[in-house]
């Protein structure tokens, strides 16, 4: 399986499909292609679909154990000059949202147009407490720490309390722009949440997509937080992505 050296790190990916550059990004529990399992097969046919593992994360091999979602959207930044992609089409889930408006902020030549899942573009650390690693060892989820052991070893090398202590500081933390720096994301963005998640919901959807002039909202009838997952309702966020970028193509074709 394909690694790629970029900012003192080895990042793992897997690359597949044809077409225009899409980049999925994972949220902070999960990795690559695993967080994106119900996009695969439609959007390999008409896009070049890569799914890195994050610093920290999965099979990404770091000699340090520390990371934040900015610093993650400086090594996507850096993967893209590793393999020569000049512009990509960027998905995001739950912290990979995030990841993608930091890169849309700081890097918007980069960045042809943003979807995000389940993030809103703010704080939303409720439940957070649920994930401290002293947590889950008084309430017995040894199943959710084994996940989480063998999920990540590559990237922890066993240290599994400090990587969730790592994820619960930046699900406290980030995404931190300002309204200012939001407003200044200048690539056409989507914006879907399930209509129960509790990490983005509606209001703060529609204070976002105020902020970003070419940006627009899907609420999803009935899903939570894992809304492009299977048994919530992948086929509907899987149509509604692939026609945004459908219209972008037209566009660009009508220039």
Known sequence: MPYVQCNNLEMYYEQMGVGDPVLFLHSGFSRGILAFASQILDFQSKYTCYF??????????????????????????????????????????????????YCAVNHPQRIASLTSIGQSGFIASMGSEEFEPEWLLQNDRNAFINLMKERHMEAHRGNWQQFLRQKVSDWRTYPQLSD?????????????????DPYAPEEALKRVTTLIRDSRYVIVPGCGHRSHMNRENPVFVNDTILQFLELLKNEVRAI
């Open 52 to 101: 890195p593992d994050f610093r920290g994360h999965g099979r990404t091999r770091s000699h340090s154990l520390e990371w934040s979602t900015p610093q993650h959207s400086e090594d996507i930044i850096a993967f893209l000059d590793q393999l020569n992609i000049p512009k990509v089409h960027l998905i995001g889930y739950g912290m990979g949202g995030g990841v993608a408006l």
């Open 180 to 196: 200012e720096q939001l407003s200044d994301i200048s690539c056409p963005a989507l914006f879907i949440a399930g209509q129960h």
